[in-house]
């Protein structure tokens, strides 16, 4: 999705096809995209552990920082997944599969938030975090077999991703 920004430039928002409507038409849509967007926290060397790990405790993080609840109340998840997606955005211009690999992480995690509910912050994404961490594991696991046959980092990296989908 192109996306226009207050400085008068476009990003393309990665969407996962099944993001709620009630997301694009929250008031703070545009404010969450944007202070992903170059502001995001992406600006290290990201491996495929640590753009999953991010994903997930970014929302963690947001959800319980106080100063953000009282600021956005019941838009913060809108906010929060329009955040993520904005920095994946500008992740995407570099990394592209690291970006869609976070992309996919949230579509993990967006059926567990309820964004809809008024519940917050949501017990669901507490539920996950033996699933997040057992998937990075088998992750971690595919890449060491790869390595032990003698193939580099990246490309190791690449066959976990091919045979984790």
Known sequence: MQAHLAIGEECSLLVPIHLPLSLFIDPWFK?????????????????VP??????????????????TWETLGLHLPAWIVEW??????????TERTLALVGLAH??????RLALDSAMWPPR???????F??????????????YREQGRSFVQAQRLALATSA
């Open 31 to 47: 404010d969450g995209y944007e202070s992903g967007y170059p502001e995001g926290e992406l600006d290290e060397e990201w491996s």
């Open 84 to 93: 993520v997606l904005g920095s994946l955005a500008w992740l995407a211009e």
């Open 132 to 145: 997040h961490r057992q998937a990075l594991c088998a992750y971690r696991k595919r890449v060491r077999s």
């Open 106 to 111: 949230l579509c993990f995690l967006l059926p």
């Open 124 to 130: 669901g994404l507490r539920h996950t975090d033996f």
């Open 50 to 67: 640590r753009i999953v790990n991010w994903t997930y405790n970014v929302f963690n993080d947001e959800l319980y920082d106080e100063l």
